[in-house]
C-alpha cells in the first residue's frame, strides 16, 4: 500500500474524480511498474508539460494526464517515476554556462540586470515547473504532499532523490508559509470525516473508540489544527489539551473517560498532552513551532483565569538512548548488588534494563523502588545533558520541539504513561515541559543560538552522569 493510501482514506478516489474532466483524451496505459518501454511514453509526457503548448487549460489537461499516471503506478513504478524526474530533470548545465557567460559579458545596468534573470530562470530545475503544474491541478497539493511523503521514504535508500526531495520541500515551505495557515478548534459537532482524520492520525496517544474521541473533545477538553486553504479538509498539525487545576503528572488521568468534567472556566492550567503531524510529506516544513503560541494567545483571550500553559510529554527516545549506554551506566555498589540480585543478570546495567523489560514490572514493588530513582536520574542526564551526535541540539526529539518553542524542562513525573508504549519507549516517565509566557523568547534564543537548555534546578540536580567513555 503506497503511503498515499495509506495517510489519506478515500482521497485517491476523490483525486481522480476531481481530474476526471481534465484531459486531452485517453492515453495509452502504462505498465503499473514502468518498464524502460513505458518510460520513453512517459518522458514523452513530461516533455510535453514542460513545453507548455497550447495554453494554461492544456497544460493543465497534460498535468491531470502525468498525475494519472503516476497514482496508476506501484511502488517499484513510482520509484523509477521519480528517479527519472530526479535525474534527467535536473538544472541543465549548458543553459547555466551559457547564463554565466552572458552575465560575464554585461556591461550597462539593463544588461546585467537581464543577464541575472536569465541567470535565475537557468538555476531553476526543469522538474520544479513540472511540480508546480500539479499545484495549479484541483487536489494538487495534496497530491504533492502525498508524492513527498513516498520520495522521503524512497530517498532514505537512493541517494539521487535527495535533491528532488529539497526541491519539492522547498516549493511547500513556499507554499505552507504560516501566513497562509489558519487556526481552528476541532469540536464534536466538526464533520464525522474530519473526525474520522483525527482518529487515524493521531500519533501519541492512540484514539481507540469514538466515546474516547467524545472525551478528548469534551467541555473540559479543546483539539486544535493548523489548515492551509489548499487543503481544507485535511488537518496539518493537532494539538490536544486538557483544562485542569494544576500540572498534570499522569496522561492516564487525562484520557479517563470516566473521570468527571471540570469546568473550564475554573481551570488554572492548560496542558498539551499530545501533539501530532497529520502529513508525512510536510516533514521539515515548519510551522508546528507556531501552534502551541496561537494556542496559548486564543486559550488566554478565551480563558483569562489560565495561568499555568505546560505539556505532558513523552520521551520516545530514551529507552533507545539507554540500551545504546548500558556499558556506561553507572551505580553505586549497594545499586549494583540490588539490581542484580533482583535480576539475576550478571553486571548491573543488564540487570537494570532486564528488569525495564519485564511486563508490568512497575507493579512489583521491590522492582519499582529500586528503578525509580535511578531511572529519574538518567532520564534527566539524558534530556538535560545529552546532544545528538555533533551537535548541540537534545538528544531527544520530543525536547527538541519545546526547547525549540521557549519551553522550560520543568519536571519529570514517575510512571506518568503505563501504556503500553509508554513503558518500552520511556519506563512510564514523562515530562512537563513549561511555557512561562514572559521567559518564552528569552528560552528560544539561548536554546536556539547557545544550545543552553532552560531546566528547572530539581531536575538538574537529578542528573546522574555516565561513566566515561572506554
Known sequence: MSITEERSPGFLDRLRRAWRGVSLGPTEAIEPDLPKSDSVR??????????????????RARAADLGRAYLALNETGRARFLKLLATDYDVEQGTVEAALKTMAGAESDDDQRAARRFLRAALVPPRVRLLTQFNALTEGTKFLVDMRAELIRLAREDRDLKPLDNDLKELLASWFDIGFLGLQQIT????????EKLMAYEAVHAIKSWSDLKNRL??????????????????LIFVWVALVNGMSDNVQHLLDVEAPNLDP??????????????????????????????VVGDLTYDLPKLKIFATLSPMPGLRAWLDEQRDRLDFTDEEAGELIALSGAETAGEGFLALLDRPDWHQDKAVADAVQPLLKALAAEYLVNQRRPGGRTARDPVAHFHLTNGARLERLNWLGDTSTAGLRQSGGLMVNYLYKLNEIEKNHESYTGDGRIATAAAVRKLARSLKPEA
Open 188 to 195: 464534536w459537532r466538526s464533520p464525522a470525516a474530519l473526525l
Open 218 to 235: 469534551d467541555s473540559d477538553r479543546r483539539c486544535y489544527a493548523f489548515f492551509h486553504p489548499a487543503m481544507p479538509d485535511e488537518p
Open 42 to 59: 512517459l518522458r514523452e509526457q513530461i516533455d510535453a508539460c514542460l513545453t507548455g503548448k497550447g495554453g494554461e487549460v492544456s497544460a
Open 265 to 294: 472556566d475554573t481551570a488554572d492550567a492548560a496542558i498539551f498532552y499530545s501533539i501530532s503531524n497529520a502529513q508525512a510529506g510536510l516533514a521539515g516544513v515548519g510551522f508546528g513551532d507556531f501552534l502551541i503560541k496561537r
